[in-house]
DNA sequence: GACCAGGCACATC
DNA sequence: GATGTGCATGGT
């Protein structure tokens, strides 16, 4: 796949002229922001954002806190956000993880070299790829582009990447092209989601419909 | 009532 | 490697 760096440095010329800076994560600390990552995931964010006022109303937004209560407890705080069993196995592998190796120190896990890092967060149980580099890159301000559905949707009916190329190969292709800046990954992942969410639906379009480049 | 939401692991072919 | 499925709440 074949697009340059003036392309790419358009398309986002035009989101951020259109949408203005989005300053994300929305988050008061790393470990929110990694909380948040894995609770968000196939899920609305007005509905991450009422478990985890939960967390802080209970005063346990904190990896000591939450890797040391029950997982009954912990999943009746995080009911709102859906997948909530799941989700709760999840968050206790990512706080083992996290306590075991780094103290509960989401500054201790920084100091890791990206690459290294991105690979031990993605052998912890319920931590895919973007949920990593959503980390990584909003959490810990590492220069790691985020791909998500909104990212594939938009390239895809754009006619700049297929919707079913793998995770790499879409982030690959900002890695390739733009120089490696943190805060334009930052800006541009968010910038997707924005017009994601406004302009590119999942319906109408299904990719084995014979109509469906009268839809782009 | 149907559809959607800032994925992931697992089973099966 | 590609495809299908379960997981669950809450808003539109």
């Known amino acids: 796949?074949?697009?340059?760096?003036?392309?790419?440095?358009?398309?986002?010329?035009?989101?951020?002229?259109?949408?203005?800076?989005?300053?994300?994560?929305?988050?008061?600390?790393?470990?929110?922001?990694?909380?948040?990552?894995?609770?968000?995931?196939?899920?609305?964010?007005?509905?991450?954002?009422?478990?985890?006022?939960?967390l802080k109303s209970a005063h346990l937004l904190s990896a000591r806190a939450m890797h040391d209560i029950p997982a009954t407890r912990l999943a009746s705080l995080i009911r709102p956000s859906g997948y909530f069993n799941i989700k709760t196995a999840r968050l206790k592998a990512f706080l083992a993880f996290l306590m075991g190796k780094y103290g509960g120190?989401?500054?201790?896990?920084?100091?890791?070299?990206?690459?290294?890092?991105?690979?031990?967060?993605?052998?912890?149980?319920?931590?895919?790829?973007?949920?990593?580099?959503?980390?990584?890159?909003?959490?810990l301000n590492k220069q790691v582009?985020?791909?998500?559905?909104?990212?594939?949707?938009?390239?895809?009916?754009?006619?700049?990447?297929?919707?079913?190329?793998?995770?790499?190969?879409?982030?690959?292709?900002?890695?390739n092209v733009l120089d490696k800046d943190a805060g334009l990954f930052n800006e541009y992942h968010a910038l997707f989601v924005m017009v994601g969410?406004?302009?590119?639906?999942?319906?109408p379009l299904c990719a084995d419909c014979p109509l469906k480049d009268f839809f782009l």
Not at 145 to 167: E, G, K, P, W
């Open 197 to 203: 969410k406004d302009y590119c639906k999942p319906k």
């Open 145 to 175: 582009f985020v791909v998500d559905v909104y990212t594939r949707r938009v390239l895809s009916r754009h006619r700049i990447i297929d919707f079913r190329a793998s995770y790499e190969e879409y982030q690959q292709l900002f890695h």
């Open 105 to 139: 120190s989401m500054k201790r896990m920084s100091k890791r070299d990206t690459g290294m890092l991105r690979v031990l967060l993605l052998e912890v149980h319920g931590i895919g790829s973007e949920t990593a580099d959503s980390i990584l890159l909003y959490a």
């Open 1 to 54: 796949m074949k697009v340059g760096k003036q392309a790419l440095l358009e398309i986002y010329d035009k989101l951020y002229s259109f949408y203005g800076p989005q300053h994300w994560w929305p988050g008061d600390s790393p470990f929110e922001v990694a909380v948040g990552a894995i609770l968000t995931q196939n899920t609305n964010w007005t509905n991450v954002e009422k478990a985890i006022a939960n």
